[in-house]
């Protein structure tokens, strides 16, 4: 071989080992970014090739699938009953991707999950169409009806949990919208996005907020100070007095004055009718004694300042971990920059009515393969001790009074045990907004409590004057409890 010859050839030989090393690199390195890449649109046409597994709620799907005609999608996602479901499932959308369950399970709704290798396999020998997998939620359609037709045309959210597993029993949000109208790739649904855009609606019905909103939780907190005055030992006998003033002045450090709401008599009054009257004096002074680092660590034994993964995410509930001794006192009582979702406020009372054991909030019961064989099932897990079982039950034997004597009446179901909390929390500057309306609760059986419910209402709309916790978010609380107890 002459040179020119050799030249060429070893040019040759260059370029193909760079084009090995190129593809060695795409295959290896960059598929999953690549596989990932939201622009990459053979994903998305590959996402709809096949029907998408269904995501069910008492052994019926409340997902479907129908084809799409005039485009390179083959499939589209239905929605039964989309609203009412649509914070549980999110959408699945060719045009705008996916959300919540849709999202988080979307590998394998698609059945490109790993753990579906064996079932692609089989597809693949036979000539079957490829299949999803179906994912299997905790959620109970009645506890979910009762969710989402108790808040109707009000803004609000609802989660309801098992105290004894976590599970999720419901998990409403209003308003909310249909994920159907914005399934496809058509200008209809590209529509429809534009108008769910929170500029074109400020209610922003996309927004699920019994998970990614937080709100001021008002009195409902006062359940966590009790359980750190009684875990710290500040309060031993819950019908004995405290050595409270008022009002609170000065509170520590500062010259504010706390007060309560109403002619209510709260002097050195006991921690169980401070409850009952949702006393704000006892608890700034409870909470203040027991301090910054006490008030933190009983906090976040209920889960605030951490996000929570149930798988969806819920953003992580706020208790500050630097604060001035008066700023501790107004924040024992749900003011100053303490935030809770709905959900997290479902997790302080179920881990009361679990005597003091908090279970791991989960939605997903377990994924199913195509041939209905279970691929994963989800053990509920213990996730923190926040009160001893003596000092939860002193807690509920309180949150029994709030619902017999006080300002929870309304959750009142008969022949059944219903603790509970009111709250009335403002907001805004100089309080100028209308309150948000809080209740949360639990109900309790021989057998223990099997539903632990919170109910969040930010009625705009409603007279001032009208807006309570025990007014427009006790009745919602209690047709959910009555839903799960077959009432």
Not at 20 to 36: G, K, M, P, S
Not at 218 to 237: I, M, N, P
Not at 256 to 282: M, P
Request: some cysteine; proline content about 6%; overall charge negative.
């Amino acid at each position: 071989m002459n040179k020119p010859l050799r030249r060429v050839a070893v040019f040759c030989g260059l370029l193909v080992l760079a084009l090995l090393v190129r593809v060695n690199y795409v295959q290896f390195v960059q598929a999953d970014q690549l596989q990932n890449d939201p622009y990459n649109r053979r994903v998305a046409i590959n996402q709809y090739a096949q029907p998408r597994g269904d995501i069910v709620v008492d052994g019926k799907a409340v997902t479907g699938h129908t084809e799409t005609n005039g485009s390179d999608f083959k499939y589209k996602r239905t929605y039964t009953d989309g609203p009412m479901w649509a914070p549980v499932t999110g959408h699945a959308s060719q045009a705008y991707g996916t959300t919540m369950l849709e999202g988080v399970e979307d590998k394998f709704l698609t059945g490109d999950d790993d753990r579906l290798f064996f079932n692609r396999t089989i597809d693949l020998l036979t000539g079957k169409q490829r299949q999803g997998g179906n994912v299997v939620t905790t959620l109970n359609a009645e506890a979910q009806k009762a969710a989402f037709d108790g808040l109707g045309d009000k803004k609000g959210a609802v989660v309801a949990l098992d105290p004894r597993t976590g599970a999720v029993l419901a998990m409403a949000s209003t308003p909310s919208y249909d994920p159907s109208d914005i399934a496809g790739y058509s200008t209809s649904d590209e529509k429809n996005w534009i108008a769910l855009d929170k500029k074109k609606d400020p209610d922003d019905p996309s927004l699920n907020r019994a998970l990614r909103q937080t709100y001021p939780p008002g009195s409902t907190f006062k359940l966590v100070t009790a359980a750190a005055a009684l875990e710290s030992g500040q309060v031993t006998d819950i019908d004995g007095k405290t050595n409270s003033p008022d009002p609170y002045y000065p509170l520590p450090g500062s010259a504010f004055k706390l007060v309560n709401e109403g002619h209510i008599q709260c002097k050195d009054t006991s921690l169980r009718d401070a409850l009952r009257q949702s006393c704000n004096t006892v608890f700034g002074k409870l909470g203040a004694t027991v301090g910054l680092q006490g008030m933190v660590d009983e906090a976040e034994k209920f889960g605030f300042n951490k996000e929570q993964l149930i798988p969806v995410r819920a953003d992580a509930s706020n208790f500050d971990t630097k604060m001035s001794p008066d700023q501790v006192a107004q924040s024992s009582i749900g003011q100053f920059d303490t935030a809770a979702t709905p959900l997290q406020m479902a997790m302080v009372a179920s881990a009361i009515a679990n005597n003091g054991v908090l279970m791991q909030p989960y939605e997903v019961d377990k994924l199913v393969a195509p041939n209905l064989s279970t691929i994963s099932q989800t053990d509920p897990k213990e996730m923190s001790k926040p009160l001893s079982p003596e000092n939860a039950q002193k807690l509920q034997s309180m949150m029994e009074t709030v619902v017999n004597d006080g300002t929870g009446k309304k959750a009142k179901i008969p022949g059944v045990k219903v603790g509970g909390k009111t709250g009335t929390a403002q907001h805004g500057v100089n309080n100028d907004k209308a309150p948000y309306a809080w209740f949360v609760s639990y109900a309790m059986t021989d057998q223990g409590s099997p539903v632990a419910v919170a109910v969040v209402v930010e009625d705009g709309s409603a007279n001032r004057d009208d807006i309570s916790g025990g007014g427009l978010a006790a009745p919602i609380a209690k047709s959910v409890m009555e839903a799960v107890l077959n009432k």
